[in-house]
């Protein structure tokens, strides 16, 4: 089992930039995949990033594609995702997640989820 804190989210005006971190704990994240997917009111769970944690590769929802990128800390079991040019429709609850790097972008791939945090951007 992994342990995942979030850490990062808050208010941010439209056009600005926020950095959430993924601090993961317990057994070693081998061939794992580190995903970030949020959900905002009323609506469904949703992908927005995750990497490999085995070589580092890294894949995005079309709908953050050049605005968010992710990376990660390899040392402190640590993922970054940089949040530019942030609109209002990206107001959500941020969720941190581990699981199989198979089937990457779905929710149901991964099994460790950490609590949450909330970002709000306003127009």
């Known amino acids: 089992q992994v342990q995942l804190v979030e850490s990062g989210g808050g208010l941010v005006q439209a056009g600005g930039s926020l950095r959430l971190s993924c601090a993961a704990s317990?057994?070693?994240?081998?061939?794992?995949?580190m995903g970030w997917f949020r959900q905002a009111p009323g609506k469904e769970r949703e992908f927005v990033a995750a990497?490999?944690?085995?070589?580092?590769?890294?894949y995005y929802a079309d709908s953050v594609k050049g605005r968010f990128t992710l990376s990660r800390d390899y040392a402190k079991k640590t993922v970054y995702l940089q949040m530019n040019s942030l609109k209002p429709v990206d107001t959500a609850v941020y969720y941190c997640?581990?699981?199989?790097?198979?089937?990457?972008?779905?929710?149901?791939?991964?099994?460790?989820w950490g609590q949450g945090t909330q970002v709000t951007v306003s127009s």
């Open positions: 997640a581990v699981g199989s790097p198979q089937r990457i972008g779905i929710s149901a791939s991964y099994g460790d």
């Open positions: 317990g057994r070693t994240l081998g061939t794992s995949a």
């Open positions: 990497i490999r944690w085995s070589g580092g590769a890294t």
